[in-house]
């Protein structure tokens, strides 16, 4: 994008991220979002600047804009969640009725681990809040991902309502543990949780309440 705030790449604008060697063009457009991730988890959306992922990235401001547009743009690139849940939906309605609670909630926490994940959940969450995309975004993952499917799945009464008040649980544990980071909860194992809230979320689950 060229215009008078944002002027388009020009020579040299790109810098070499790596000595002796000028990085293509997918690697430098793989650097701006990789420093974005980190930024973004790291101080929300409000927080992060352009010219400070520029900095992060090592690369003219200007190539931001050219690859992406937009801020908002940005973020949507960098916080995409790499989680393939109807995969993974199958392997939570196998098993005992009773421990579906502890499998969703080992599901949800073991993504929540992945350093792969991790930083971008971080991102959504903390922006959420101020930005309407993050938030956005943060819907489609409830509306699209495990909770809401078992919840159909399972022929629950009122099951988009239990689907989103076990999504709350999850997520409140998620907000505290990963975000707050409020002990003892930030330093307690992921199976030790599951059998703790695994029961009330399950209790939303199944039909009644009753896990049988």
């Not at 063009?25 to 980190?38: C, D, H, L, Y």
């Not at 969640?81 to 579906?100: C, M, Q, S, V, Y």
């Amino acid at each position: 994008m060229s215009d008078a705030r944002h002027p388009g790449p020009t020579a040299g604008a790109e810098r070499a991220t790596r000595p002796g060697r000028r990085p293509g063009q997918g690697e430098t457009r793989e650097v701006i979002v990789e420093a974005a991730r980190s930024l973004f988890s790291e101080r929300g959306y409000d927080g992060t600047t352009m010219r400070l992922v520029a900095a992060t990235a090592q690369v003219d401001p200007a190539l931001i804009y050219h690859y992406f547009g937009s801020k908002q743009q940005l973020f949507v690139a960098s916080m995409e969640i790499p989680f393939d849940w109807a995969t993974a939906f199958p392997a939570l309605l196998g098993g005992p009725r009773d421990e579906i609670g502890e499998r969703l909630v080992r599901l949800m926490l073991g993504a929540w681990e992945d350093p792969a994940i991790k930083p971008r959940f971080m991102g959504v969450v903390r922006s959420a809040a101020t930005d309407p995309e993050a938030a956005a975004m943060v819907r489609r993952l409830l509306a699209e991902g495990p909770v809401l499917a078992m919840a159909r799945a399972i022929g629950t009464p009122d099951g988009e309502l239990r689907a989103m008040l076990a999504a709350s649980h999850i997520m409140g544990v998620a907000l505290l543990r990963y975000i707050l980071r409020i002990e003892p909860l930030a330093s307690a194992d992921v199976e030790t949780l599951a059998r703790l809230i695994g029961p009330s979320v399950g209790a939303y689950l199944v039909m009644g309440g009753e896990q049988s």
